[in-house]
């Protein structure tokens, strides 16, 4: 099982920037495939970006396409989410995600295919 701890959330203004980050446990975090995901209020939760093992190959739902990066730093166990021009619909809690075991690309973007989550961090974007 792998440990994963989201730190990063905070209320930030309209148009502003936070960086997201995931500390994950294990010694073969290099060989996780890993994702965002994030839950507003009242709503199911949505994939937000993912990141392929070796970090060559990004995913992003179309509503964060151009504004959030996602990247990984296998030596540190960790995955960032840098988000930009934050908008008020981006308000929720944001999810890590693990996958410890191989997974197609077309899986990426499916929250039941990851194996392991973070307790989440809270992001507010205030207009």
């Known amino acids: 099982q792998v440990q994963l701890v989201e730190s990063g959330g905070g209320l930030v203004q309209a148009g502003g920037s936070l960086r997201l980050s995931c500390a994950a446990s294990?010694?073969?975090?290099?060989?996780?495939?890993m994702g965002w995901f994030r839950q507003a209020p009242g709503k199911e939760r949505e994939f937000v970006a993912a990141?392929?093992?070796?970090?060559?190959?990004?995913y992003y739902a179309d509503s964060v396409k151009g504004r959030f990066t996602i990247s990984r730093d296998n030596a540190k166990n960790t995955v960032y989410l840098q988000m930009n021009n934050l908008k008020p619909e981006d308000t929720a809690v944001y999810y890590c995600?693990?996958?410890?075991?191989?997974?197609?690309?077309?899986?990426?973007?499916?929250?039941?295919?990851?194996?392991?989550w973070g307790q989440g961090t809270q992001v507010t974007v205030s207009s």
């Open positions: 995600a693990a996958r410890t075991s191989p997974l197609r690309s077309y899986y990426y973007t499916t929250a039941n295919r990851y194996t392991d």
């Open positions: 294990g010694r073969t975090f290099s060989s996780y495939a």
């Open positions: 990141i392929s093992v070796s970090g060559g190959t990004t």
